[in-house]
């Protein structure tokens, strides 16, 4: 029975080795699949850092935007009111070297009627004067001219109504003081 149990042996060998060789099919599909898993995994990982990457990118890129349009901004502003206070400022220097040509010829037009209807003996005409004062709520300055009327007690009043009437500001401020009598 030799032969018999030789062939036995040889089936049950063969069927060893297909079961062996099918384990190790096994073991390898299975070790493949786990590569596969994990291989999907790490993808997904990586997609999802990507992802958080990308996002995180495109929030400090809108920051930087942000942050550039407010300088941009502010800059803008900044700059327009530097124009707006340079103007601000030409205009009222413009304005202040008119008052003062236009105070000057006022006070040399009421120097002039005061002495043209004999009103005042003589009229001096101070220039140079800077007036600080509040004026409508604010703290504002001004160049004036002061004028000095020499004129007699009895035409006082009359001196006073044709400076009034020559007077562009609203507040006219005569003021008296005894001089010598003229004639």
Same mark, same amino acid.
């Not at 060893?16 to 096994?26: D, G």
């Not at 009111?81 to 105070?103: G, L, P, V, Y």
């Given at each position: 029975?030799?032969?018999?149990?030789?062939?036995?042996?040889?089936?049950?060998?063969k069927?060893?080795?297909?079961?062996?060789?099918?384990?190790?099919?096994?073991a390898? =599909?299975?070790?493949?699949?786990?590569?596969?898993?994990?291989?999907?995994?790490?993808?997904?990982?990586?997609?999802?850092?990507?992802?958080?990457?990308?996002?995180?990118?495109?929030?400090?890129?809108?920051?930087?935007?942000?942050?550039?349009?407010?300088?941009?901004?502010? &800059?803008?502003?900044?700059?327009?009111?530097?124009?707006?206070?340079?103007?601000?400022? #030409?205009?009222?220097? %413009?304005?202040?070297?008119?008052?003062?040509?236009?105070?000057?010829? #006022?006070?040399?037009?009421?120097?002039?009627?005061?002495?043209?209807?004999?009103?005042?003996a003589c009229?001096?005409?101070?220039?140079?004067?800077?007036?600080? &004062?509040?004026?409508?709520?604010?703290?504002?300055?001004?160049?004036?001219?002061?004028?000095?009327?020499?004129? %007699?007690?009895?035409?006082?009043?009359?001196?006073?109504?044709?400076?009034?009437?020559?007077?562009?500001?609203?507040?006219?401020?005569?003021?008296?003081? =005894?001089?010598?009598?003229?004639?």
């Open positions: 029975f030799p032969s018999h149990d030789k062939r036995e042996e040889e089936v049950r060998h069927a060893e080795e297909e079961a062996y060789k099918k384990a190790q099919e096994e390898v =599909r299975l070790a493949v699949e786990a590569l596969r898993r994990k291989y999907e995994e790490d993808i997904r990982k990586k997609e999802v850092e990507d992802s958080r990457r990308r996002e995180e990118d495109e929030r400090r890129r809108k920051e930087i935007d942000d942050l550039r349009k407010k300088q941009e901004e502010d &800059f803008r502003k900044r700059t327009e009111e530097d124009n707006k206070r340079r103007t601000e400022e #030409e205009a009222r220097r %413009k304005s202040e070297e008119e008052t003062r040509r236009k105070t000057e010829e #006022e006070a040399r037009k009421i120097a002039q009627g005061l002495l043209k209807n004999k009103l005042a009229v001096n005409l101070v220039d140079g004067i800077e007036s600080h &004062f509040i004026w409508k709520g604010k703290i504002d300055r001004a160049q004036e001219v002061l004028l000095i009327v020499k004129t %007699k007690q009895k035409l006082f009043e009359k001196s006073k109504k044709e400076y009034i009437k020559y007077q562009f500001n609203d507040k006219p401020e005569p003021l008296a003081k =005894r001089y010598r009598d003229w004639e």
